[in-house]
Each structure stands twice: as C-alpha cells, then as structure tokens.
C-alpha cells in the first residue's frame, strides 16, 4: 500500500494472502486479503490501548478485531466495504507507524504529514 510506504523507512514483506509493513523490522500494518478464507479484504494496526474497542464501537460497519493480532490491540479496518474512508486509514496506518518507529522517525512522519496538509 502506498501509504504505508511512504512513511520514512517502511518497508514491505509479501507473504501469499497478506503483506506486512515495518520500520526497523517492527511490524506497523498488514495488508489482508481473506487471509485464511475469511473473505475479508483489510489493512489492520496498531492501536493504543482502547483505541481499537472505540474504533470498533464507532463503526462496527469498517472496523473489526482482526484473528490473532486483535486481543493484541490490534484492529482492523474493512477495504471490501463501501465507502472506504482513505482519510481514516491514512490516520490509522499513521498512528501505528509513530507506536512502532523511533522517537526520530515519528517526529520525522509527522513533520511530514503536517507539510502534506498545508498549501
């Protein structure tokens, strides 16, 4: 995902149905694609602690507690469902990206993300 990516030193691992995004080899997201036949198409996260349940209370329709990872604080977020809300996958990527970075990295991410969104 492009997204991902773009933060400083993502970097992608393609593994059949999924791909992982790390920084300095700590994962930050996953792609999914019906990973073990769930059918589900999703980018799951890291969150701070009870970020994700509020997550999956204020849009039970995108967010989801992703198999494995999710009672690790994890959550997901559904790409198979319309309308996909880019902006909030691009917080929710970001976020878990600043959880997992060095302290330099997340302040060089948002650095980043604060130019992007001035004129």
């Known amino acids: 995902m492009t997204i991902c990516l773009a933060l400083p030193e993502a970097?992608?691992?393609?593994?059949?149905?999924?791909?992982?995004?790390?920084v300095r080899k700590k994962?930050?997201?996953?792609y999914l694609n019906s990973h073990?036949?769930?059918g589900i198409v999703s980018v799951c996260c890291?969150?701070?602690?009870?970020?994700?349940d509020l997550l999956l209370s204020s849009d039970p329709v995108h967010f989801y507690r992703?198999?494995?990872i999710g009672r690790q604080g994890w959550v997901g977020y559904r790409l198979d469902r319309e309308p996909v809300d880019?902006?909030?996958v691009a917080m929710l990527i970001s976020d878990s990206?600043?959880?997992a970075a060095s302290k330099r990295l997340a302040a060089l991410a948002a650095s980043h993300e604060d130019s992007a969104r001035s004129p």
Do not use: M, Q
Not at 11 to 22: I, W
Not at 27 to 30: E, I, L, P, R, S
């Open 11 to 22: 970097v992608s691992e393609a593994y059949g149905s999924h791909t992982s995004f790390s």
């Open 27 to 30: 994962k930050f997201a996953y």
């Open 36 to 38: 073990h036949g769930d």
């Open 46 to 52: 890291k969150a701070k602690p009870g970020i994700n």
């Open 66 to 68: 992703p198999a494995y």
């Open 86 to 88: 880019w902006a909030a």
């Open 97 to 99: 990206y600043r959880l």
